[in-house]
């Protein structure tokens, strides 16, 4: 998430969002409530078996278990060894170009190689902003990733200097916050596209097989496009890589061990850098936890389940809330009506034939997928009443995608589908197999069918020329200090059984459930107490108590 949530008046006209590609002294941990939710964890935590576990139980297995969990941890210690070879680089702090932007918010740049395995060959750059704490005595510097992938630290930092309000008082009080851009991301080398292709619309769920081939040839199409506009770097946009450049940039600042808060995809590089450099750590809060351990169709299946539970509860929202401007419809019948519709006849989209920045039609396919971020956060819930209302009325703006005007535009740009198609494997090879899977999403969700970001993930990578080269894989992690995870039962992004799962492969980790909605809670409105818990951690580096539960 890379946008701040604000409640909109009453009958204000719904703002046209990027959709996903589904953010003083301590304060004091209140006694958190150990029932309803709490029973859910600790159901979840014995029915998981983590690919570990489920070896050790098995006997002889155990044994390439351990053997497993010696490499890792060897690879590991090769690795903090060879970032210890190469020599720290300074970090020349400069005006940063954004507009407006003040004097205090300051940025800088790293080169790091392209290629970890030849340190020494070529080099792309790695850009960071920084807005300084607003205390006398800050604890340190916070580094901060929005998630995505693709999403702008430097950017919601740079917000924050404008007076946003993203970070709660007590984090800018006690830390200079430093908003990071991974590699092929906003200021940082960017991934750059053609495009014409970034613009060429083919349908994610193709009903017969030039359809699929048209999906296929797009997909190549546009990386190759990506290969020869962004160079070798296309290759290794891994977020193994994209920790690694974490590491250079925390010697590079000279403060110590890292503190980190990653939301969302940034919690996936948070617990990526923690297997690599678990004693380099100060403070790791990982919120809305994305879980590199699971297959690919299973990560479809979790988030497809959450995304449309998240709609559910809209839709009972609505019927409740007199504030909801569908209340008195059936707003879940209304949306079936529109997509029905929007597939027959694309529904126009006046704002973007206005402003040339996005698609002038929207099809049912289109809110299916784009709706996802508006479930983000539930202070927003009413925005989305308004733009369903609209739309009905012939007015689809709101879900209108966004168009790219240039090879690294700031909204549609190739940085998130490069980056995952190198950590995720699709198992889609024909027609047959994404219609097995497409009937999997109708199972899980059958009112959405599936639409959701992982979906754009196992049929945008299809075709795509670069390998997987971080495929999933159990997280390995020992010896690293106190770890916070927090998650939302009712996530619409990163669903929370992913948070239980990651909780219990990393040993020093404690979760935090918020019994709520909404994706990630440190940016959610109304989530005071979860929060509150995130900044006591940043600040001490005491978790709550195992099995916290607040009901934000």
Not at 392 to 402: I, K, L
């Amino acid at each position: 998430m890379t946008t701040s949530p604000h409640d909109p008046p009453a009958r204000e006209r719904p703002r046209r969002t990027r959709p996903v590609r589904a953010g003083r002294p301590p304060y004091p941990v209140r006694a958190a409530r150990t029932t309803g939710a709490a029973a859910t964890v600790a159901l979840l935590a014995a029915t998981l078996v983590l690919p570990t576990a489920a070896a050790a139980a098995n006997g002889p297995a155990s044994a390439a278990t351990d053997t497993a969990t010696a490499t890792a941890t060897a690879t590991a210690t090769a690795v903090a060894a060879a970032a210890d070879e190469l020599p720290a680089p300074r970090l020349d702090w400069t005006a940063c170009p954004f507009p407006g932007a003040p004097d205090g918010l300051q940025c800088a740049s790293v080169q790091v190689p392209v290629d970890y395995a030849d340190p020494r060959g070529a080099k792309t750059t790695v850009t960071v902003d920084r807005l300084p704490a607003t205390g006398a005595h800050p604890v340190g510097s916070l580094f901060f990733d929005p998630g995505g992938p693709g999403g702008s630290g430097t950017g919601l930092v740079y917000a924050e200097s404008l007076g946003a309000g993203l970070f709660s008082a007590a984090t800018r009080e006690h830390f200079d916050l430093i908003g990071l851009d991974p590699r092929g991301v906003g200021l940082s080398s960017p991934v750059r596209c053609d495009p014409e292709l970034l613009n060429r619309q083919v349908s994610l769920f193709p009903a017969d097989e030039a359809g699929f081939q048209r999906l296929v040839e797009r997909n190549r199409e546009l990386g190759r496009s990506c290969r020869r506009l962004t160079g070798p770097l296309l290759d290794h946009l891994d977020t193994v890589s994209a920790a690694r450049d974490l590491e250079v940039l925390r010697r590079a600042l000279g403060q110590g061990a890292l503190n980190y808060l990653g939301l969302s995809y940034g919690s996936q590089l948070g617990a990526t850098y923690a297997g690599l450099f678990p004693d380099r750590i100060r403070t790791l809060a990982l919120d809305g936890a994305l879980d590199h351990s699971l297959a690919t169709t299973t990560l479809f299946k979790d988030e497809a389940r959450a995304y449309e539970d998240s709609f559910r509860r809209f839709v009972g929202w609505c019927a409740q809330d007199t504030t909801c401007a569908l209340h008195g419809t059936d707003a879940g019948r209304l949306f079936d009506e529109l997509v029905a519709a929007a597939d027959r006849t694309p529904i126009p989209a006046p704002d973007c034939v206005r402003s040339g920045d996005c698609r002038p039609s929207v099809t049912g396919e289109d809110i299916r997928l784009n709706l996802q971020g508006r479930l983000l956060f539930p202070a927003r819930r009413g925005e989305l009443a308004l733009a369903l209302e609209q739309a009905h009325n012939g007015d689809a703006s709101a879900f209108s995608s966004p168009l790219a005007t240039g090879p690294a535009d700031g909204e549609a740009n190739g940085s998130a589908i490069a980056i995952e198609c190198l950590d995720w494997p699709t198992p889609i090879r024909t027609l047959a197999d994404l219609q097995r899977l497409q009937g999997i999403g109708r199972t899980v969700a059958p009112r959405l069918g599936g639409a959701s970001q992982s979906w754009t993930i196992l049929t945008g990578c299809v075709g795509w020329p670069a390998p997987v080269v971080n495929p999933p894989r159990p997280a390995v992690v020992r010896d690293a200090p106190p770890i916070l995870i927090t998650n939302a039962t009712h996530d619409p992004s990163t669903a929370y059984p992913w948070a239980v799962h990651l909780a219990a492969q990393l040993p020093s980790s404690v979760l935090v459930t918020r019994e709520g909605d909404g994706h990630t809670s440190y940016l959610a409105r109304g989530a005071a107490r979860t929060r509150d818990a995130i900044d006591s951690y940043l600040l001490t580096g005491r978790t709550p108590p195992p099995g916290t539960v607040y009901t934000d």
